[in-house]
């Protein structure tokens, strides 16, 4: 099945500095969703988008839903080193409602 | 406080061996969703179920199982067809199957074919 593109692989960055991360796919979706894994956890939501146009915060998070909705970005402001881990998109296609899509994640790592 | 928790934490098999990964959830949620993720890649759906006693396959499913008998219970077997079964195992649940309900995530079973 299709999966997302998630860009980039992976940032290192130093600890203070804003990161950006986004998704995209050829296909409309419906909902867009961002996850953080710790290592040897299971992903946590960060954020959930619904509609197009869509921005939303959550701290130093903030997420939006891309107007064409084939895409979704993430932004990290103010790093800290608890920040470190992988970001996942998700993604829910108008084709399948009962589908979710997942890219294949940003790992971070933040330098103190 | 409602969760759900997957065991073992961590697991061995020979290979040649069946084995069954346990996910327990008490959110009341309907659907249940097994994926498995490999490094470098996005999760890949095994299974899903939507409702007790169905389910259906994922893009991946060739080499497991599955039984949802209970609400609250969605047991993966990771069967000796499987030709490559060493990763880490997600479960997760959503209230309902269908657009604008995220999923809630187990912490993962890291299984290692010896």
């Known amino acids: 099945g299709q999966q997302l593109n998630q860009s980039p692989q992976s940032m290192f960055i130093q600890e203070g500095e804003d990161v950006s991360m986004n998704c995209t796919s050829s296909s409309i979706f419906n909902t867009w969703l961002w996850y953080k894994q710790d290592p040897g956890e299971g992903p946590v939501l960060l954020i959930a988008l619904y509609k197009a146009g869509e921005l939303t915060s959550n701290g130093r998070l903030t997420a939006q839903f891309g107007i064409t909705r084939k895409d979704s970005f993430l932004n990290i402001s103010a790093s800290i080193p608890s920040d470190v881990g992988i970001y996942f998109c998700?993604?829910?296609?108008?084709?399948?409602?009962?589908?979710?899509?997942f890219g294949a994640g940003t790992r971070l790592t933040v330098k103190p | 406080d409602g969760g759900i928790t997957q065991s073992p934490k961590y697991l061995f098999r020979k290979e040649g061996q069946n084995v069954t990964l346990s996910c327990e959830q008490n959110?009341?949620?309907?659907?249940m969703y097994w994926y498995r993720q490999d490094p470098g890649q996005g999760l890949r759906l095994i299974y899903y179920s939507q409702i007790v006693n169905d389910f259906q396959k994922g893009d991946i499913a060739e080499g497991y199982s599955v039984s949802r008998e209970k609400k609250e219970s969605f047991p993966l077997t990771v069967t000796s067809a499987q030709k490559n079964p060493t990763a880490f195992y997600l479960c997760?649940?959503?209230?309902?199957?269908?657009?604008?309900?995220?999923?809630?995530f187990g912490s993962g079973t890291r299984l290692t074919v010896v």
């Open positions: 998700a993604g829910q296609p108008v084709w399948d409602n009962n589908d979710m899509r």
């Open positions: 997760a649940s959503s209230l309902r199957p269908g657009p604008g309900y995220g999923y809630t």
């Open positions: 959110l009341n949620h309907d659907a």
